[in-house]
């Protein structure tokens, strides 16, 4: 089975105003990897689930990319402070009312000041790493060595940025998605966002080194579909709302 689950919005729809930020996402790249959905069950917070594709599996999520010109609503600009590395690891995850969305294990940023003041605003499991991207013509590497907390941890992937293509059902699901589910004060929050299609490409891995997926308590349960890699989109952030 490829089929994407009734009703999944593969297109943005706008947020709830007031938008509370903007960015610019450039330079991403997207692994994947299978996973058994019982096995990262405990790991959501209330009122959310391991949201589950076609082929009975939900997936993790290795995103390394450049976060440019953030801004705070609409009109802030932080040129120094918005502008940094990051690396993710996500996992899929789906509330009572239907919204897909993704959960955070642990987001490396290069910038030390995004790091408390995003966990205490929104319990984003944001680390402090020092991190770096180089990009040729057709390569990028992303570079990450945790500083805090477990200091240690690294991430290398190299890919080689091929054509365009038409992404597959399984492969709209993993990149469109349109929230955040996080836990914070006790209570689980959807932090919703929105953005362009993503103008995606093949990506063929050279290399791949990676502490920061086990590090998430996430074992694979399989062999990873090709990655893909984008020039970005610009993206927006509205209120968080309550899930539970």
Known sequence: MDDQPSGFPDTATAVPRPVISEHRWCDVTFVHWPVRPDSVAPLYPPGTRPDVFADGLTYVGL????????????????????TFAETNVRLYSIDADGRHGVLFRSLETAR?????????????PY???KMRIDRTADTITYRSERRWPRRGLSSTVTVRIGAPISPTPVEVWLTARWGAHTRKAGRTWWVPNEHDTWPLCEAEILDLRDDLVAAAGVTPAGPRP???FTTGVHARFGRPCVVA
């Open 127 to 129: 680390t402090w790493a």
């Open 63 to 82: 995103v390394p990319f450049h976060m440019r010109a953030t801004r705070i609503g609409r009109r802030v600009p932080l040129p120094y402070f918005g």
């Open 112 to 124: 030390l000041a995004v790091v408390p003041t995003v966990r205490l605003a929104l319990g984003v």
């Open 226 to 228: 090709r990655a893909l």
